[in-house]
């Protein structure tokens, strides 16, 4: 069992940077992937980024295409934290964030167990 609780969001301009947090507490935090999602009005939640370990000490990051080179998601397994550090913002990035947990490698919603509760974020152009 994992849970997750989401730190960091607010109101930015187009172009400035933010730091989002995800603090896990429960057993075995880096045995799970760590995904950030992110749900607009109107829109579906869809995948923003994830990390997982592998069991040879290196790890995956995956991306959506929309983020790619603005976003970096880290973790620091020490403090059970994973962070989604977000640099040129655009308006379209508006949302309110989550992150996820689960076993293995994933990228869609349907692949994670634990939810945090979310995060608002609102850019202005």
């Known amino acids: 069992q994992v849970q997750l609780v989401e730190s960091g969001g607010g109101l930015v301009q187009a172009g400035d940077s933010l730091r989002l947090s995800c603090a896990a507490s429960g057993r075995a935090f880096s045995t799970y992937a760590i995904g950030w999602f992110r749900q607009a009005p109107g829109k579906e939640r869809e995948f923003v980024a994830s990390?997982?370990?592998?069991?040879?000490?290196?790890?995956?990051?995956d991306y959506a295409d929309s983020v790619k080179g603005r976003f970096t998601i880290l973790r620091d397994n020490a403090k059970n934290t994973g962070y989604l550090q977000m640099n040129s913002m655009k308006p379209e990035d508006a949302a309110v964030y989550y992150c996820?947990?689960?076993?293995?490698?994933?990228?869609?919603?349907?692949?994670?167990?634990?939810w945090g509760q979310g995060t608002q974020v609102t850019v202005s152009s």
């Open positions: 990390h997982t370990w592998t069991s040879t000490r290196t790890y995956y990051a």
């Open positions: 996820a947990a689960c076993l293995g490698r994933g990228t869609t919603t349907a692949r994670y167990d634990y």
